[in-house]
Each structure stands twice: as C-alpha cells, then as structure tokens.
C-alpha cells in the first residue's frame, strides 16, 4: 500500500514538472480570479490598486491573505508586476 | 504477495485500455490514412507508456506482470488480421527491458539523472527500448530488419510514450480541478 501511494505520488510530480516544462502548470482559481480582477481594474483605470483589487466582485468571496498570496504568486510568475513609485498598484504583464 | 497481485492488476487494466485504444483506434486509423501502413506497427502505440512507467517503478517484475495482458493484445491482434509471431509479446517485453535498463543504467553512470527531469528521462529511455524492441521485432517478425519497420517501431513506441504522458498529465489535471470544485 505504502509502496503504491509513493510511486503514485512520484508519478504525479513527474507529471507536473511535464506539465511545467511545456508552460501548461494551471493557477488556482483565487490566482485566476485575482488576474481576472487586476486586468478589469487596469482596463477602467489604468492600473490596479490593492485596495481595488480587494473591493473587486470577482474577490470579495476571497479572504485577503489568499488575496495577498495569489498576487504574491502571480508575481513569482511573471503573470504581473508592481507599478514603481506607486505603492501597491499592479499591472498585467 | 498482496503487493504482486495489485501491481499486476493495475498494470494489466492499464495495459488492456492501452492496447484497445491501439488496437481499436489508432491502427485501424492508420490504415485508413495510408495503405502502405504496416498493420503490426501502430505508429502511436500506447502500450508502450504503460511499459516504460511499469519499468521505472516495478523493475524487471513488470516484464512478468505486464505478459498476460500482453498475450491478450497478441491473441486480439491476430485475430484482426494482423499476423504476429507466438514469440513477440515476450520478445518484445525483454528487449524493451533490456532498452530500457540501458538507458537507466548511462543515465546513472552519466549522472544525467540530475540534469534532467525525470520525464525527459522517460522519454530517453523509452526510445531506448523501442530501438532494442525495434531491432527485436523486425528481426522477429520481417526475418531480416528493414531500415521502414525499425523507424516504424522506434517512432509509434516513442509517440505512445509522450501520448500516454499527456493523458495522465490532463488525468491529474481533471483530477485536481474536480478537487477544487468539491
């Protein structure tokens, strides 16, 4: 049993580095919500703030730790970056 | 003794559903693409994923858990139309073993296996032990061994292994996403 599980685990991770490699690792949903709610704020003004981005419909079901988490990720990945000299604004990338 | 009988039984479903989509699928395709298609090669055979990851996890025990279902695919083959020898199924389990053990045994030897991920080590050692398996066969099956019926081997095993790789890919995709929505 203990056997089974690992080798499916090990599976599973050569699987997701497969899918890594060929750039079709997937976001969560908060991630994608977050992206969803920046490229709307940034389409009406220009860019996003945090506390827009907070105040968004498509966040408000989201606490604002997995909030912060997700930009922080999104980040990490390239998908958007901080607006220098403005202090929490985002763009897409 | 649990352990055998439940690897045997997860590789020889795997193994089945993999040769009836071969078999069912891809080489009655083939044929319709192009009549010089060789019905005993199919030029994306999945089986031989199911082969390399049985390899990489089981070792030389797949070679036996993976026969009978192996057999079954021989038994249906011939029975539609296709005229394999008595001996492939083993043949064809031995050599790619050999192929494969091969290529683990440089890839270790080189400590390549820290260059590169485990998948492209795979897919390395799946074309390994498609050529042994292609070498193999042909000489099996044609008596001597044409240059087409090696390409033919060595590119329908490889594109089976990266086919089957994408399926479990979506597989623990659909899995993941199914999670996320419960």
């Known amino acids: 049993m203990q056997t089974r599980i690992s080798n499916l685990i090990d599976l599973k991770k050569v699987v997701q580095q497969l899918e890594k490699d060929l750039g079709l690792g997937s976001m969560s949903s908060h991630e994608k919500a977050v992206l969803l709610a920046i490229s709307d704020l940034q389409q009406l003004d220009g860019v996003a703030k945090t506390k827009a981005i907070l105040a968004h419909e498509l966040t408000t079901s989201i606490s604002r730790p997995s909030i912060f988490r997700a930009l922080n990720k999104l980040e990490e990945h390239g998908k958007l970056k901080r607006v220098e000299g403005s202090h929490g604004s985002y763009l897409t990338v | ?182």
């Open chain 2, 1 to 182: 003794m649990k352990n055998h009988v439940d690897h045997f039984v997860i590789v020889s479903i795997a193994f089945i559903v993999a040769s009836s989509l071969t078999l069912g699928f891809v080489i009655p395709a083939q044929s319709l693409l192009s009549q010089y298609a060789i019905p005993e090669i199919g030029l994306i055979f999945l089986p031989h994923g199911i082969r390399v990851i049985a390899f990489h996890y089981l070792g030389w025990k797949a070679v036996l858990h993976m026969l009978p279902a192996s057999y079954l695919f021989w038994a249906l083959s011939n029975t539609s139309g296709s005229e394999l020898d008595v001996l492939s199924p083993i043949v064809s389990m031995v050599a790619c073993y050999i192929g494969f053990l091969g290529a683990t045994v440089v890839v270790q030897k080189e400590d390549i296996g820290n260059k590169i991920s485990t998948w492209k080590y795979f897919v390395l050692a799946g074309a390994t032990s498609s050529f042994v398996n292609g070498l193999a066969l042909s000489w099996l099956q044609f008596a001597d061994t044409p240059l087409s019926a090696l390409v033919g081997y060595v590119v329908g095993d490889t594109l089976g292994l990266a086919v089957c790789l994408v399926v479990l890919m979506y597989a623990f995709r659909l899995l993941r996403l199914s999670n996320e929505l419960n």
